[in-house]
Nanobody, 120 residues
């Protein structure tokens, strides 16, 4: 079993910053990617950012590019999301994701989510 625990969410004013953390633990055979998704009220879950475990390559959704930074600590199996210049439309529950690729089969693990609320 893989467990993901997010932290760092909260209430912040527009223009402010927050830093989310996600720690992975349990029976982790391998990590290929870690990332963040979010789900706003009444909307589908959307991808935010991903970082590869070994090459540390990062990718971002256009909506957060230039404002959010994803980083990771391989020794701690932890991924971070630094969110700057927050907007009201960033309000959502943020979910951590861990991706594994075993041969041709991919596996995804999810955290419980952390609420981010941006007041305008």
């Amino acid at each position: 079993q893989v467990q993901l625990v997010e932290s760092g969410g909260g209430l912040v004013q527009a223009g402010g910053s927050l830093r989310l953390s996600c720690a992975a633990s349990g029976s982790i055979s391998r990590i290929d990617t870690m990332g963040w998704y979010r789900q706003a009220p009444g909307k589908q879950r959307e991808w935010v950012a991903t970082i590869t475990h070994f090459g540390r390559a990062t990718t971002y959704a256009d909506s957060v590019k230039g404002r959010f930074t994803i980083s990771g600590d391989n020794a701690k199996n932890t991924v971070y999301l630094q969110m700057n210049s927050l907007k009201s439309e960033d309000t959502a529950i943020y979910y951590c994701n861990l991706g594994q690729l075993m041969g041709s089969t991919s596996y995804d693990y999810w955290g419980q989510g952390t609420q981010v609320t941006v007041s305008s």
